[in-house]
C-alpha cells in the first residue's frame, strides 16, 4: 500500500514539472506574466514552441500551448512592456537552443 502510495506521488510530482502553458486574455488570471524580448541575450529564458504535447519539457523551455486552460500546467500572459513582466523571454527556431539564461528565475515555473 506504501509503494502504491509512493509511486502515485512521484507521478504527480513528475507531472506538476511539465510546461503545458495557455495564454489568458489577463494579467490577474496568469501564473506568470511573460515579455517576448528581441534578442536572445536579453531573456531569462529562451523557449521553443514544440508540435506535440508530449514534447513539453520539465521546465527546459520546451512549451506546448493548450488549448484550454485547465489542460495546461501554467497560464501565463503576454505583457506588452518588459517592466510589466516576472519573465523575459525569446522564442527560439530550434528545440536543442532551449534553455534557461537566469536560473534564479526557474522558480517561477515550477
Not at 536579453?42 to 521553443?48: E, V
Not at 521546465?59 to 505583457?79: E, H, M, R, S
Amino acid at each position: 500500500m506504501k509503494f502504491a502510495i509512493t509511486i502515485i506521488l512521484l507521478l504527480l510530482c513528475l507531472d506538476s514539472y511539465g510546461q503545458k502553458m495557455f495564454s489568458v486574455q489577463y494579467a490577474n488570471q496568469a501564473d506568470v506574466k511573460v515579455f517576448v524580448v528581441d534578442y536572445p541575450n536579453k531573456a531569462d529564458l529562451l523557449a521553443y514552441k514544440v508540435k506535440y504535447e508530449n514534447q513539453a519539457g520539465k521546465n527546459n523551455g520546451l512549451w506546448f500551448f493548450v488549448k484550454y486552460p485547465n489542460q495546461a500546467d501554467k497560464k501565463i500572459f503576454f505583457t506588452k512592456y518588459a517592466n510589466q513582466a516576472d519573465l523575459l523571454i525569446y522564442f527560439v527556431e530550434y528545440q536543442n537552443q532551449a534553455v534557461w539564461r537566469k536560473k534564479e528565475k526557474m522558480h517561477l515555473l515550477y
